[in-house]
């Protein structure tokens, strides 16, 4: 079974970092592109980051570029995700998935099979 946990949420000061890790276990997390959601109440869920198989290519929403990493450590089957310079709008709830479908955009929900549970941000001001 496929498993996906979140870590390293919390509650940060406006301009805060933080730094958020998903360990896979199950499969090889190397075969797989990853991607990190988040959503708020209310809100749908929205695109943040993604990571190819290698680590080489990578993929921001607008809202995060220049503030927010996303990176791989294969060896270890786990993803990260840096966040710098948080605002309140980072607010959420975020996931990471892992992507196979040859048929969406890594920014396309639709292509993740496995998520996690989520980890709570929240960005005070």
């Known amino acids: 079974q496929v498993q996906l946990v979140e870590s390293g949420g919390g509650l940060v000061q406006a301009g805060g970092s933080l730094r958020l890790s998903c360990a896979a276990s199950?499969?090889?997390?190397?075969?797989?592109?990853m991607g990190w959601f988040r959503q708020a109440p209310g809100k749908e869920r929205e695109f943040v980051a993604a990571?190819?198989?290698?680590?080489?290519?990578?993929y921001y929403a607008d809202s995060v570029k220049g503030r927010f990493v996303i990176s791989r450590d294969n060896a270890k089957n786990t993803a990260f995700l840096q966040m710098n310079s948080l605002i309140p709008e980072d607010t959420a709830v975020y996931h990471c998935?892992?992507?196979?479908?040859?048929?969406?955009?890594?920014?396309?929900?639709?292509?993740?099979?496995?998520w996690g549970q989520g980890t709570q941000v929240t960005v005070s001001s």
């Open positions: 990571i190819s198989r290698s680590g080489g290519s990578t």
């Open positions: 199950g499969r090889t997390l190397s075969n797989y592109y």
């Open positions: 998935a892992e992507d196979s479908s040859l048929f969406y955009s890594t920014s396309d929900y639709r292509a993740y099979d496995y």
